[in-house]
């Protein structure tokens, strides 16, 4: 895996939408490594010797804590992610960063995130961050339905979130792409 691995206590489990959990582990070594656009790999050993092995986007930092939130992703075969049934005091291996860091430039006044609800893990740190540096952050999010679409308190408040579902059942209707042509008017 290429890095050196890092204990994790996980702190606690949260989600980001439905179906889709969140892990905060214990991490205070990695934090300093750590930028949005980053990944861990989450490893777990398991009954006989198996260890449960998974990448992870960091979804949200927090250097006070020392903490880092990672996002699973919901699996391709329906079936349930054992890692989602981890509980706080649960110990893991870290290993990270995984992946290159999505940089925002100094001069950038004005930032738009464009992102389903796969994406929206990957997006959350960098939406934090940015407005952390003063950057105006809008969040295109795009859902099948209201239901679908993760919660807006946890982004900062000054992030503008516009919606687009779907089913119209919230936003505007239709996609994210759809929609990119009219933001400027």
Request: charged residues 20%; negative net charge; without cysteine.
């Amino acid at each position: 895996m290429g890095s050196t691995p890092v204990d994790g206590e996980l702190l606690s489990v949260g989600e980001l939408a439905p179906g889709r959990i969140t892990l905060e582990f214990r991490a205070p070594s990695l934090i300093a490594a750590l930028r949005p656009g980053h990944a861990l790999h989450v490893v777990r050993p398991e009954a006989g010797g198996y260890r449960v092995r998974r990448v992870a986007p960091v979804s949200r930092l927090d250097p006070l804590r020392g903490s880092v939130e990672v996002a699973l992703q919901p699996r391709t075969d329906g079936g349930v992610d054992t890692l989602a049934g981890l509980r706080p005091g649960d110990a893991v291996e870290l290993f990270g960063p995984i992946g290159q860091p999505i940089p925002i430039n100094r001069s950038t006044r004005r930032l738009l995130l464009v992102a389903d609800i796969e994406g929206f893990a990957w997006v959350r740190a960098l939406a934090i961050a940015a407005t952390q540096s003063g950057t105006s952050v809008t969040l295109l999010q795009e859902a099948a339905t209201a239901a679908d679409l993760p919660p807006a308190h946890l982004l900062p408040e000054v992030v503008e979130i516009v919606a687009v579902t779907g089913d119209g059942s919230i936003g505007h209707r239709g996609t994210a792409m759809g929609l990119l042509p009219t933001l400027g008017e």
